[in-house]
């Protein structure tokens, strides 16, 4: 009887020896599961958020913000004049009105105080160098871009020789035909839309100028230059620095010259007296 009540018992305390490593085990699973927190990032949590949650509400625009500021700078320098002058108005469907520069709106909320200001015009934040504003703008207003109605002007900067104002440029390298002929081809593509030949006076004429400007360039032949033609002119700062320079200083050299004519019309006066005085009478 000893023997019987000594097996159930036996058999009893290993029945519940699994179970009870299993309940152990699974508690501290879910226990190390369970990240700790110190106050400081429990504040973060709750009050700011992290880099990448942050770059999760970043609208991914894939286009060069700084080759379509080149492609903008090309536009306003070598061809907006021409088209001021004409008083010719860029239809909506050509590349390079500013409605269909994606970039255009956040180019524009850019304040530039100083050398090493520059200011978020959506938020007035400021910031030291123009690369860290236009970091501000793809993380905390990328959801202004127009996605649906702009476009990427940087598509374009093969046709209008974006390379030769950007402010890094690259080593020259050959000249490939195929390249040349495929941006000519873009080129030419952009002149019709932009400027039909039959619309107008006005638009044949920016249409030829066009052609020459940017087009007639991509070849590998030589021949003509980009922007054969000009663009904007811009005040010589060292030009105007010396002019500046020389108005205030002028009144000054004519005021020395005065002093300096009257002293010597002065001295001349005192040495005749003084020849008068020393002069001898003549004897009759």
């Not at 002019?243 to 005065?258: A, C, E, G, K, N």
């Amino acid at each position: 009887m000893k023997i019987l009540r000594q097996i159930p018992a036996k058999n009893y305390s290993y029945t519940l020896l699994p179970s009870f490593v299993l309940i152990i085990v699974l508690s501290s699973s879910s226990i190390s599961a369970t990240p700790s927190l110190s106050p400081s990032d429990q504040g973060t949590e709750k009050h700011a958020t992290s880099p990448e949650q942050d770059k999760s509400h970043v609208h991914e625009v894939h286009c060069s913000r700084e080759r379509s500021r080149a492609a903008w700078k090309v536009i306003e320098e070598y061809l907006m004049p021409f088209v001021e002058r004409e008083k010719y108005e860029l239809p909506r469907q050509c590349r390079l009105h500013p409605s269909n520069d994606i970039f255009r709106d956040q180019e524009e909320h850019k304040i530039h105080f100083d050398l090493n200001e520059w200011r978020c015009g959506y938020c007035k934040k400021s910031f030291r160098a123009e690369k860290f504003l236009d970091q501000h703008f793809d993380n905390r207003h990328s959801n202004l871009l127009d996605t649906v109605h702009s476009k990427c002007l940087a598509d374009v900067c093969g046709a209008l020789h974006c390379d030769l104002v950007m402010e890094f440029k690259s080593k020259k390298t050959k000249c490939n035909p195929a390249a040349a002929a495929r941006n000519r081809h873009l080129c030419e593509g952009l002149a019709d839309k932009c400027f039909p030949a039959n619309e107008s006076p006005s638009a044949t004429r920016l249409h030829e100028l066009f052609l020459r400007q940017f087009c007639d360039a991509h070849t590998c032949s030589g021949g003509r230059k980009p922007f054969s033609k000009g663009g904007k002119k811009h005040t010589n700062r060292f030009y105007f620095a010396a002019s500046v320079l020389t108005l205030m200083l002028l009144p000054l050299f004519y005021l020395i010259v005065y002093l300096y004519q009257k002293e010597m019309k002065r001295g001349t006066q005192e040495l005749k007296r003084i020849a008068k005085v020393g002069r001898k009478a003549k004897p009759s």
